[in-house]
């Protein structure tokens, strides 16, 4: 059975950081590309991050670009997100997910496995 467990979230004033932890389990994770998506309020589900299987191909979302860091940590099959300087507008739910196919940046929707959703809370 597939699991992945987020954690990590929570509430800080803008320019503050946090780290997302996404452990997985049920599914061949070095094999996989991870990465990370969000939705603000009132807002459809978008890109943020992510890399292929080796790590060898990372993308990140513009809007985030300089600021978040994607890594993964094979031997615990977990994968991060580092937020520095976050800004009100980060302020979403973030989800985990993973693919084995290929890294989406457009069609977030299909990626193979998710998360359950972590809120950010940034004030200003």
């Known amino acids: 059975q597939v699991h992945l467990v987020q954690s990590g979230g929570g509430s800080v004033q803008a320019g503050g950081s946090l780290t997302l932890s996404c452990e997985t389990s049920?599914?061949?994770?070095?094999?996989?590309?991870m990465g990370w998506l969000r939705q603000a309020p009132g807002k459809g589900r978008e890109f943020v991050a992510a890399?292929?299987?080796?790590?060898?191909?990372?993308f990140y979302a513009d809007s985030v670009k300089d600021r978040f860091t994607i890594s993964r940590d094979n031997a615990k099959n977990t994968v991060y997100l580092q937020m520095n300087d976050l800004k009100p507008e980060d302020t979403a739910v973030y989800y985990c997910?993973?693919?084995?196919?290929?890294?989406?940046?457009?069609?977030?929707?299909?990626?193979?496995?998710w998360g359950q959703g972590t809120q950010v809370t940034v004030s200003s």
């Open positions: 997910v993973a693919d084995s196919r290929s890294i989406k940046t457009e069609a977030v929707h299909e990626y193979d496995y």
């Open positions: 049920g599914f061949p994770f070095s094999s996989y590309a």
């Open positions: 890399f292929n299987w080796n790590g060898a191909s990372t």
